[in-house]
């Protein structure tokens, strides 16, 4: 069957599958994960599906598009629009760096004039691209950043995270693991400010993870703190993935919001071993919705294009203040 033909059949229940999953108001006590934050839905409709002969997974980020619609970014170099409400694709667009070979991308933005701010883990590096896919520029990235021998960073565990904060002058990438000689725990967080038209790099932060986890993902909030996603995989045990507030005003002090592990699994099933049937590699992140002090949160977990994991995207509530 043509792999656009299979979507379109699969796009017929997609919505309804997104209601099945739904389990009512994030209030209510079944739905709590922690005191600040509670899960209202999940969706499985896209896994292991295809749009326009494309493979829909390896999701690594999400980020809201300006008329609405969701940025998907997969690490495969494709780019989907996906409607918000059905998470059905509109679109695909290819991405690759200056040579014209894809990248392995992991952070997107989508800045205030409409263009994508993509980050690729390989060099590591942030490029601008078009709405059309056009590459347009590359921003600078300090040396010691490199993956080694060009720099201190390990391979597969550079810029996986990315975010702009309030106001557009900031922006914000997150290292996954620690560089060479620093200690295991300890991940940066490189910014750049706008000057113009183009970002030049600017103050470093230092960030602890919890024992044996990562950073994949880090979102702004509207105050100017960071939603920060830790992550971990044991093989035979499954995922861990936390959920922690931090604030670069304030050294980075963290607070946790929540284990994922403690939220109720709403019939959700796994393809191996979770210590809660709902986890998977959670990896992409972004802010919805904003209700007071609470936000909308999506989660997206990327399935590596593996029979064993699954494609999974996660509505959250999210209280940030007291």
């Known amino acids: 069957m043509p792999l656009r033909t299979h979507f379109a059949l699969l796009t017929a ?5 997104t209601c099945l999953t739904a389990a009512g108001p994030a209030r209510a006590t ?4 922690s005191p600040s934050v509670s899960i209202d839905r999940f969706s499985d409709a896209l ?7 494309t493979f829909v997974g390896n999701l690594s980020a999400l980020a809201v598009d300006r008329d609405g619609s969701l940025a998907a970014l997969s690490d495969r170099s494709s780019l989907f629009r996906l409607d918000a409400r059905t998470l059905g ?13 894809a990248l392995d991308s992991e952070g997107l933005v989508v800045d205030r004039d409409g263009t994508y701010l993509v980050t690729s883990e390989t060099e590591p590096s942030v490029r601008r691209y078009s709405r059309t896919g056009r590459l347009l520029d590359r921003l600078p990235v300090p040396d010691d950043l490199r993956v080694s021998p060009a720099g201190r960073g390990q391979p597969n565990g550079t810029f996986e995270g990315l ?3 309030p106001g557009g002058r900031t922006l914000v990438a997150s290292m996954e693991y620690a560089l060479a000689g620093d200690p295991a725990d300890t991940v940066r967080f490189q910014t750049w400010t706008r000057h113009g038209s183009h970002f030049r790099p600017a103050a470093r932060y230092t960030y602890r993870t919890d024992p044996g986890l990562g ?21 035979g045990v499954g995922n861990t993935v936390r959920l922690y507030l931090a604030d670069p005003r304030h050294a980075m002090k963290k607070t946790l919001l929540t284990d994922l592990v403690t939220c109720p699994s709403l019939g959700a099933t796994a393809k191996q071993p979770q210590p809660n049937p709902l986890l998977d590699n959670i990896e992409g992140m972004t802010v919805t919705g904003r209700t007071g002090s609470t936000l909308k949160l999506l989660l997206v977990s990327d399935d590596n294009q593996n029979a064993a994991q699954t494609t999974r995207f996660y509505s959250l509530l999210v209280r940030t203040r007291p």
């Open 13 to 17: 229940g997609l919505a309804a599958a």
């Open 30 to 33: 079944s739905h709590t994960c």
């Open 47 to 53: 896994d292991k599906t295809a749009y326009d002969d």
């Open 89 to 101: 694709p509109r679109s695909v667009t290819p991405l690759a760096d200056e040579t014209g070979a």
């Open 163 to 165: 975010t702009l904060l």
């Open 215 to 235: 950073v994949p993902e880090i979102q702004a909030t509207p105050d100017g703190r960071l939603l920060v996603l830790e992550r971990g995989f044991t093989a």
